[in-house]
């Protein structure tokens, strides 16, 4: 009979014999980790470190775990979230948690592991309408009697004015999409949505015409990680008994290179009079998200909530363990900052102000959708940032 391997939790030191200041040590039932005491005020980097010694036991490919004693729900989800792995996630027997605690942990395992299936999934496997189709049911699935979409693919993207989308997409032999998702629950019919999120859904960024590096193109299929992050968002808030109308826009296309491709100086004019000159092909985030963000703009929502893996400028300037945050709105920008440091998801503020629209001009349009300099030129992320500015007309 097998035995489940055990993890506890200690805020002991490991034996000497283990070597110094060990985070994680065995024994005859499984695992202890030790939490530095001197990091005891310093909650959020005591559950990374349980994250990171969750990874270590992932490397041993454990069947079976439970943790033992006294876990609470951050521990608890911090572990998942370093054991969970993409080729093997171990059977977990969860701590004892309040009821309310459990039923959270139980909605954020199945949102995450729905958005991280879906970015795991191969460019082949997810095109840009099984994208715009997945989430639409996901949220469907949630609470179908609140949910309504639709999904405007190929050439209709044209006719309906939504250039960007259809200009990067059509590229490809699969059509590029647009997702709308109206979350209307009973008595906000006739509210206009408290909030819109809008998310960047690249299935494959080759770089187009401005092709990217083998290296620079390996992970490309997780450019639609803005899509999968703000479906997922949406599907955890209806988990926690969302209350309020919301709706969803997600921008999809795969950026390829062939004879149908959209070009360098390529002018795109978006429906609500700006136009855009093409300067960079791989720069093609922001010119979807235009699409999405004027929809969002046009449902008169207060709140616009954009996502996306953007530019490497902000990976550059941040490291990977934080998030940028563009706003203009100070307010705003406290607010989610209280907000990130309360989930313990750290984001950091970048520059934005109105003369960052000016940083990318043009000579034949409303601007262009970059600088012709490596990597955006400097404050590139910003840069990107300010694009969004001109587009919205803020």
Not at 51 to 56: G, I
Not at 183 to 189: F, L, M, R, S
Not at 302 to 323: E, H, K, Q, W
Not at 357 to 381: F, L, R
């Amino acid at each position: 009979m097998s035995q489940i391997f055990t993890v506890t939790l200690s805020l002991q030191p490991s034996h000497q014999k283990w070597g110094d200041n060990q985070a994680v040590t065995y024994h005859e039932k499984g695992a202890t980790f030790h939490l530095d005491q001197q990091k005891s005020l310093e909650t959020h980097q005591r559950l990374m470190d349980i994250q990171k010694s969750a990874r270590k036991l992932a490397s041993l490919k454990v069947p079976s775990i439970k943790l033992d004693g006294d876990w609470d729900i951050e521990q608890q989800w911090h572990f998942w979230q370093g054991i969970n792995s993409p080729k093997q996630t171990p059977s977990i027997e969860f701590a004892k948690l309040s009821e309310a605690d459990k039923k959270q942990l139980d909605a954020r395992i199945k949102v995450i592991s729905w958005s991280k299936q879906l970015i795991n999934q191969t460019p082949e496997e997810l095109s840009p309408l099984k994208l715009a189709t997945d989430a639409g049911e996901f949220i469907t699935q949630l609470d179908a009697e609140a949910v309504s979409y639709s999904i405007i693919s190929g050439k209709a993207l044209e006719e309906a004015g939504l250039v960007g989308i259809y200009n990067v997409g059509r590229g490809s032999d699969r059509e590029p999409a647009l997702l709308e998702i109206d979350y209307c629950p009973k008595g906000c019919e006739n509210q206009p949505p408290a909030a819109a999120l809008v998310g960047k859904g690249i299935t494959f960024d080759s770089g187009g015409y401005s092709l990217k590096s083998t290296l620079g193109m390996l992970h490309m299929k997780c450019d639609m990680g803005g899509a999968a992050t703000v479906t997922g968002a949406l599907g955890l808030a209806i988990a926690n008994g969302l209350n309020k109308r919301v709706k969803l826009f997600l921008a999809c296309a795969e950026n390829l290179v062939s004879g149908h491709a959209y070009k360098l100086s390529d002018i795109l004019k978006y429906k609500n009079g700006v136009s855009v000159e093409v300067v960079n092909t791989d720069a093609e985030g922001r010119l979807v998200l235009a699409d999405g963000l004027i929809l969002a703009d046009e449902s008169e929502a207060p709140v616009i909530i954009n996502a996306a893996t953007l530019t490497g400028a902000a990976c550059v300037a941040l490291g990977d363990r934080y998030n940028a945050l563009f706003t203009m709105d100070d307010a705003m920008a406290e607010q989610l900052q209280t907000i990130a440091k309360q989930e313990y998801d750290p984001i950091w503020r970048l520059p934005l102000e109105a003369f960052h629209q000016d940083n990318c001009p043009s000579d034949y349009a409303t601007t262009a959708n970059s600088k012709a300099q490596p990597g955006g030129g400097i404050g590139g992320a910003s840069n990107a940032a300010g694009f969004f500015v001109s587009i919205c007309k803020l």
